[in-house]
């Protein structure tokens, strides 16, 4: 199995909504990431776990909270978001942080902040 | 910290014909370079990826170049095919630290039949 998985694939939230996006890969992989990527725009990253243990967080706002409850799982909560965080949001995985290892990218999840 | 420059940011190819894709990379200590392809509604996809101790590798029709005098490396898709039509991004890491993947702006390939 050689595969992210994101859900859901598209989400619409007001707000004032509370929302979670979920990403599962069963890879075996130690390090994975969240990334949010505008259209037309390359991904920009927004946290890092490696061993489960937030590695990286790049300066995001605190209404997007991140959490990696065993080692296939990285969820990414939302609350009060505004609309300019409209965005695909990315999922991938890697063997390890450091090494030169290959990142793998889920399919997304389309966020709309109405 | 790096900064990667890719260009076009746009092509037009003939189906058939070759395209090229250039990225410069400003960290010398950077020593893998992957090269993503992202199609409408998707997420990225790596196609081929380079380490600083080959100076080219081929998969089928891609091929990628690195220069790591000049600090550029390159994409070269031969036989262009209209299923190639997306947009790619070049990418450069250093090992040995966490410092993460640094995306050129992107490229946006189209192969018209």
């Known amino acids: 199995d050689t595969e992210v998985t994101q859900t859901p694939k598209h989400l619409v939230m007001g707000m004032t909504n509370k929302k979670s996006l979920k990403c599962e890969q069963h890879m075996g992989h130690r390090a994975m990431y969240w990334y949010k990527q505008k259209a037309k725009k390359p991904p920009e990253l927004m946290f890092v776990?490696?061993?489960?243990?937030?590695?990286i967080n790049e300066s995001v706002p605190s209404r997007f909270s991140p959490e990696c409850p065993n080692s296939s799982l990285l969820n990414l909560h939302l609350h009060a978001l505004q609309p300019e965080d409209s965005a695909l949001y990315l999922c991938a995985s890697s063997q390890g942080l450091v090494e030169l290892d290959e990142q793998f990218f889920g399919p997304g999840t389309r966020l709309t902040v109405l | 910290g790096e900064n990667v420059e890719q260009h076009p940011s746009t092509l037009s190819v003939q189906e058939g014909d070759s395209a090229v894709i250039k990225c410069t990379y400003s960290d010398s200590a950077s020593n893998y370079f992957p090269w993503y392809k992202q199609e409408l509604g998707k997420g990225p996809q790596l196609i081929i990826d380079i380490r600083s101790n080959v100076g080219e590798k081929k998969d089928q029709r891609i091929a990628v170049t690195l220069n790591k005098t000049a600090k550029h490396f390159s994409l070269h898709i031969t036989e262009t095919q209209p299923e190639d039509s997306a947009v790619y991004f070049c990418?450069?890491?250093?090992?040995?630290?966490?410092?993460?993947?640094?995306f050129g702006s992107g490229t946006q390939l189209t192969v018209l039949p």
């Open positions: 776990y490696s061993y489960e243990k937030l590695s």
């Open positions: 990418a450069a890491k250093y090992s040995g630290s966490a410092r993460q993947l640094t």
